[in-house]
Structures are given as C-alpha cells and as structure tokens.
C-alpha cells in the first residue's frame, strides 16, 4: 500500500490548495461537530462539492465529527452521517462512543476512522476499535516508533495514521480543560482559546496588588510555560513506514493557504525524492515555533518553546497565481510588495525555488504602480517562468 500524505483543509480554497501541492487526502470539517469550530469550514453543500471534487482527481476526503457530543448533540448526527456516506465521503473521523453508535447506525457503510481525541495510545485499544469495525486508527502523538510497530504487529489489519508535522497540544492527546476553565470555550467541542500559548506569571499568594507579580523572564517578555514546540518528523518518514504508519498527517485546519503549500509540498517532496537539504530549509520557509520529535524515539524533555510562541518563517507570503502567459503572471496580493524585489516561486513543479526581478506592475485597470499595496487586488506583473494557476509567489527576508 503507498503512504498517503494527509493534508488539512479548513475551506474550499485550502482544500484546493492541499491536492495541487500533492496531498493524497484532505480532512476537512462540517460546519457541526468538529473539533475546529473557528475554521471557516464547510456547509453541507460545499461538503458534497468537495468530495465530488477529490474524486475527479482520484483524492480522498475525510470529514471530522471528532467532538465529545452532549445528549442534544445525538438527535442531529444521525442525519449528518446518513448525508456524509450519500455523498460519499471517503470516512468520517470520530472519538466519542456514542457518536460512533450513531455513525455506525445511520450510515453503516461510511469508514470510521477513530480520531487521536480516543487516546490511542496502546494495541489492545486500537484492537477493541478494530473489532468495532473502524477501518482506521489516528495515533496519539505521544507513541515511540517502537510502540507504534508494536501496534501495527498486534493488529495489522488497521490502517495506521500518525501526525508527522505541526502544532503540539500540551495535554494528553488534545484532551485540555485549560481553555474552558480560563475562556469559557470548551476545546473538546471545538471551541479552544489556545491559552498553552500564553504568556504566563506567577502572583504571591498573600499578595492581590500589582506589586504581587513575579515575572517568569526568559527574554524580557515573560516565559510560555505551556507552550509546545512543533512537530518535524520530515527527516523520520521511512522509519515511520517500517513501523507501519500508512498514512501521514499534516496539521492545520486553522493555517494560511500559504503554510499548506509549503509544508505539503515539502512532504511531497521528501515522500518522493527523500529527504534532503531542501526539504530542511523549505521548512523553515513558514511560520512555526522551534521544531521537535516528540516522542518518536522515547521520552522527550525538550518539548516545551520557552521563548516566544511562534517564530517567524524565513518568507514572506506575496501573492497567489490566479492566470499567467509568456512572460507575464496575473496574482492576488497577499502582502505588500514593489517593483524592484526579487519574488520566489513556490510550485508543485519544476518552477519550484526559482526567483525574478520585478520590473513592472499593473493594476486590475491597467495602472501602472512600482508599489503594490492593496490586499486581493489582481496584478499583472513581468515573469519569466510560464506559471500556473495555484502556483504562489514569496521574498525571501534578508
């Protein structure tokens, strides 16, 4: 079986974006019962056009129902799963028991595959999920590749995905209260603040005034205790087939189109040429916190990004590639930019990496301006590399 590259999507012009830069599949959310509630989402008839869509390119897509549902949740996920296996989702993803009896009730022929919400952490758990019928089992983060072969030893007919790249949770396998406590916004129904990335300090318990802080510093801007770095196991991939993972997973559904691009189009890459100095660098191309490998080869001290909550990538995200002919391009602008910089082309194809002067730059009305600053606005500029329609270009920062 070839290893998939699982890709998030959080709306259709991801979703897009996820295939053209090589993803095999997309997970993607309703616009209920997902665990990505401030992700623009899908409605039930974008839901329907993106699995019609995949399907033309011999993709997948996979819907999350991945919240711990509430009796009031029940009376409507019926419906929703019945609809999902009409349009022919190629799996619902899930963690809550009775969400599960109501997938397998209404829709017995939609794939299950059980979320790393259950805490999929040992053999005997993915085993009782398979003799349940699920055809796929999502790993929890926390598994050692030698855990995760064991897994894959004692019940080899499942399928076995694992995350490979991006953002940690600081709690057991996502199963955090911190948001619901401090915010009022449950993260296990979708509604998480993120407070892990929050800059924290300590007050004198005997003290209510201002002068009872005691600031944490790390770098004159406090210290993020909670804070987890990310996940890069680009470097690991072979390691993870020999151990049985069948399909890797990216991620994401909150990140700019920008960051998929760039992350799957590393992976792509690394899937199909192996990893290299390349795929190294393209990964600090986009905005991530210092890079780990968790638990991969056992117990792991140094998970936890002190300094700051995210860093900033080596690029700057400039435009969208919406048309392009001999010598020219038309892009939506993303950020500012002006004739005179040099501009880099990020592509699924063999454009990949190369740059270009801009020399001009005319407005959808055919102005010309040296300096390109309104947002979404469609430019036509000089290129001497016939590029298409996805393609994206970016500047590298001095």
């Not at 005034?209 to 210290?223: A, H, N």
């Not at 020999?242 to 890459?269: D, H, P, Q």
Request: proline share 2%; hydrophobic share 40%.
């Amino acid at each position: 079986m070839k290893t998939e590259l699982l890709a998030p999507a959080g709306n259709f012009s991801k979703l897009k974006t996820a295939f053209y830069f090589g993803a095999d599949a997309a997970y993607i959310g309703g616009k209920d019962f997902s665990l990505r509630s401030f992700a623009d989402n899908f409605t039930r008839g974008q839901l329907a056009e993106a699995v019609k869509y995949a399907h033309t390119l011999n993709k997948k897509v996979y819907v999350t129902a991945n919240i711990y549902a509430k009796n009031a949740d029940l009376c409507l996920i019926e419906d929703y799963f019945a609809f999902l296996q009409s349009v022919g989702a190629d799996a619902a993803i899930v963690s809550d028991c009775g969400v599960i009896y109501a997938a397998k009730k209404s829709a017995p022929n939609l794939q299950l595959h059980i979320s790393t919400q259950a805490n999929l952490t040992n053999k005997y758990a993915v085993k009782f999920w398979h003799g349940e019928g699920a055809a796929r089992a999502i790993l929890a983060r926390e598994l050692s590749l030698e855990e995760i072969s064991e897994i894959h030893s004692f019940v080899p007919e499942i399928e076995l995905e694992a995350f490979v790249h991006g953002a940690m949770c600081i709690s057991y396998s996502g199963r955090c209260l911190l948001s619901d406590y401090l915010a009022n916004r449950p993260s296990n129904r979708g509604e998480c603040v993120q407070a892990c990335r929050w800059n924290y300090r300590i007050r004198k318990q005997d003290s209510l005034s201002d002068s009872g802080w005691l600031d944490m510093e790390e770098d004159g801007r406090g210290t993020y205790i909670l804070n987890s770095k990310d996940l890069n196991m680009s470097a690991h991939l072979n390691e993870l087939i020999n151990a049985g993972v069948s399909s890797f997973k990216i991620e994401g559904r909150m990140k700019s189109e920008y960051y998929l691009a760039t992350v799957i189009n590393a992976y792509r890459r690394c899937m199909d040429g192996g990893y290299n100095g390349v795929v190294e660098r393209e990964l600090l191309t986009a905005a991530h916190r210092d890079y780990t490998t968790a638990y991969a080869f056992g117990a792991n001290n140094s998970t936890v990004n002190y300094s700051d909550s995210q860093a900033k990538g080596d690029c700057d995200y400039i435009a969208n590639v919406t048309d392009a002919g001999e010598g020219y391009a038309l892009v939506e602008m993303r950020g500012r930019f002006k004739v005179g910089d040099v501009l880099e082309v990020l592509s699924p194809n063999q454009n990949f990496g190369k740059s270009f002067k801009v020399e001009y730059a005319l407005t959808s009305v055919g102005a010309s301006v040296d300096d390109c600053k309104l947002v979404q606005e469609i430019y036509k500029i000089n290129c001497p590399y016939r590029l298409n329609s996805g393609d994206i270009l970016r500047r590298r920062k001095i």
